[in-house]
Structures are given as C-alpha cells and as structure tokens.
C-alpha cells in the first residue's frame, strides 16, 4: 500500500492518471488471448446504477466467447454476502471490494495478478490502491471522484456567481437558494456510504497534522488517535446539520434515487455525490447541465477540494473454480475494442486502462478542470481504515442525522466501534 502523506505527490499522482485515462499517454501491448468455448464465469458485483451496462458486457461476452458471466449485483448487504461466501468456502470466481485495507481482508483468497500481460496495460497510478509487496493484489475497476454536484441551471437561476468554499460560505448559498422557493441538498442519507464520503472528506486536509493519510490510519488503528481527540470533527458535525437543515422535510428518507431524480429535475439545487451518478441523472434528463465543485471542509478556502482515486476493485479468487475462464475475462476486458471502451463509452467514467478514450461526463470533464487549475485532490483515505468501518461508522453517523445521538454520543460511539474493528482486524 502507497501512501498519500505529501500534497505534492499526490497532485503529481493525480495528474499522471488523469492524463493517462484522457489523453493515452503511452503505448499498450496486444493482449495474448486463449481460445475459450463456452462455460460460465460466477461474478460478485455492486453499484446496481451499473446493472445495464454489465448486462451490456456480459452479452457483448458472450457473443465473442461463448462464456456466460452470471452476474449477480447487490449493494446494501454486499459485504455480508460477499463475507459469507468466502467464509463458508464459497468464493466467487470474481468479486469487488475496495482497495487499500481490503487488500489485506482478502490476501488468502485472491490471484496475484501481477505477472499477467494485460496488467501492463492499466495506468501505475491507478495500480497503487491494490499492490502490497511489489504484488498486485487486484484489478482498478474505475477511478472516480466525488464531492458536491450541483444543477448549474438552478444556480444561474438563484443568481450564484461564486462557489461557496468554506462552510460558511455554503451556508450563505444554501439560505439563498432556499429563500428563492428551490430545496437546496437532496441528503442522500439513508444510504449508509453516502454519509462517510460526505463526512470524511471534510477531515482529508486534517492528515497532513499527523504525518499523512497512512500514518493518520495508523494512528486511528492503535489508538493513539481517536475521533473524539480530533478538533476538526466539528467541522464534520457543522456540515451533516447544515445538509440534513437544508435537505427537506425527511432528511433521513432520502437515498441515491432521491438525489439523482431530485438533482436532474431541478427540485434540488445540490447533492454529495460522485462521477458514478451522473448517468443515472442524465437519464432522467438529458438536457441538463452539472457542475461539480470542491468540498468546504473548514474556514480554510484553501483547503476545499475533491476526493480523487481508483477505489472500486476486481478480484480473482485464486481458489476459483473457473481461474483460468477468469483471467481470460480481464484480459478481455483489458486488450479488446470493446472492453477498452467499456467504462468511459458505456459507464461514462474515467477508466484506469492506458489509451481509453475519454468519457462524455460533465462531471469527469469538471474533474480534470478543477485538479489542473490546482484544486486539491485527495486520495479516498478512508478506505485505508480496516475493512467494516465504512459501513459501521456509516450507521454511526445515519443515528447522529436522525437525532438519535449527540455530538458526544457520537464521537464515543465512532471510537469504541473503530477500536474494535481496528483489533480485530490485527
């Protein structure tokens, strides 16, 4: 595992990949391919809002190899399932997981990738997230961004001319919004991975205090560091109230379908999302324009930025019982017309291959606007916490938005279930 513990390596990180994703820096190797005739390939997916275009590949697949990916997509419960399965022996032969901690959750059950040909073809950046040792533990899915997309037409509409980069600030431009009749956040917060993305971006300018974002997660797993001695967690509880005041009558009944319906329709002004939302909006209506704009994480306009990195990740069960079928299926994926167009042409995001073209996105395209003009990118730190905190800490955080806990009940809470999952998983 990397880590991201100086803001100019970071910048230089980002900007490699990004390059490398929208204008090909390099050359790629032809993919070796075996002739595979039938036979079926079991795949452990999430992000339902990407069900059509895995279908999409799964026939495109089929219809070149004669292989049947059965494909079965969940969200919510993905991590039990997926535990469960691997505990009772019954991996599948390819799963997601996140990158960083996850590397060392499912270091027994994985294919060392790092001697196959098609992975020369993915960018070095995006392949920091999921090596260990000099060994490349899995395969980067996507590289994504997230933090506050608004509706550009609301704004203009409003009359916002400047982007809010403190708290403060957005304050300001939430009451003008709504004292001009329009909803100005669509929460999300029923969904227990909105809240942490939303929540731990406000702390990513707080790792530099302690060495970094790995030494930061070192100093959360062996407790010399706890939330509750973290004086920036105001700044966390300051933004929740400010969304969950500005968010509607039921703040806390508001999901991913909410904010992309809600956001595309004008009802709502703004949203905490990532890159991956933007086809879902652009569903609902076709016509309308996104901007993306850094997160407020304190009083230090210097300080707002994105969340930048190749997170999402696929893996091969080493012990599965279609290895091979498997490993065909990437380098597929990989060297083919159609799988090097995959995520930019049909999922319409930033792809990790060297050479993919760049994806029709507004919101991508804003990405790689902000990062150039010097706005700073973080790395998704949370995610080198040990495996379980997102969601646990996430249900922290839903208890502390429905007024179910306070500040201090909240940060005990964070710290006594961070402990926990932090010893178990020594």
């Known amino acids: 595992m990397k880590s991201y513990s100086r803001r100019c390596n970071l910048k230089k990180t980002v900007i490699a990949i990004v390059m490398m994703a929208l204008v090909g820096v390099g050359a790629f190797a032809k993919g070796q391919s075996e002739s595979t005739k039938g036979g079926t390939v079991d795949l452990l997916f999430y992000s339902p809002e990407l069900q059509e275009q895995y279908n999409d590949m799964a026939a495109t697949y089929k219809a070149a190899t004669g292989v049947t990916l059965n494909i079965t997509v969940l969200q919510t419960d993905y991590r039990t399932v997926l535990n469960s399965r691997v505990n009772s022996g019954d991996v599948p032969d390819v799963f997601m997981s996140s990158a960083y901690a996850d590397n060392k959750t499912y270091k027994d059950y994985v294919y060392d990738l790092t001697n196959q040909d098609f992975i020369k073809q993915i960018s070095p950046t995006a392949l920091q997230g999921v090596t260990v040792d000099g060994k490349i533990t899995g395969y980067p899915f996507l590289v994504q961004s997230h933090s506050f997309i608004y509706n550009k037409a609301v704004f203009d509409k409003v009359g916002i001319t400047q982007l809010p980069k403190t708290i403060s600030e957005l304050r300001a431009v ?3 919004i ?3 009749g329009i909803q100005p956040f669509a929460t999300g917060f029923k969904e227990f991975w909105v809240l942490p993305q939303t929540a731990w971006q406000v702390l990513a300018p ?20 706890t939330f509750s001695k973290i004086p920036e967690m105001k700044n966390v509880f300051d933004l929740l109230d400010l969304i969950k005041q500005y968010g509607g009558p039921k703040p806390n009944e508001s999901d991913f379908n909410d904010q992309t319906s809600s956001l595309a329709t004008g009802k709502v002004a703004i949203i905490h999302q990532g890159n991956w939302a933007e086809d879902t909006i652009r569903k609902i209506n076709p016509d309308v324009q996104l901007g993306f704009m850094p997160g407020p994480t304190d009083g230090n306009a210097s300080d707002a930025g994105i969340m930048f990195d190749s997170n999402q990740t696929i893996r091969i069960a080493k012990d599965g019982k279609h290895l091979q ?10 060297t083919s017309d159609y799988g ?3 995520i930019p ?6 792809s990790p291959i ?18 150039n003009s010097g706005v700073p990118a973080y790395p998704w730190f949370y995610q080198m916490w040990p495996t379980g905190t997102e969601q646990t800490l996430g249900a922290i955080l ?23 999952i932090a010893k178990a998983a020594q």
């Open 325 to 334: 079928a498997a490993l065909e299926w990437l380098r597929w994926l990989t």
């Open 340 to 342: 090097k167009n995959w």
């Open 354 to 371: 060297i050479g993919a073209s760049a994806p029709d996105s507004q919101v991508a395209q804003a990405t790689v606007k902000l990062i």
């Open 174 to 176: 939430a009451e003008k």
């Open 206 to 225: 707080v790792a530099k205090k302690y060495g970094g974002f790995q030494s930061f997660a070192d100093k959360l797993n062996d407790g010399s560091l």
């Open 398 to 420: 839903q208890g502390y938005c429905a007024g179910q806990t306070d500040r201090a009940q909240t940060l005990q809470a964070l710290d006594t279930q961070y402990a926990k």
């Open 178 to 180: 709504q004292a001009a």
């Open 345 to 350: 042409g049909k999922i319409k995001q930033l």
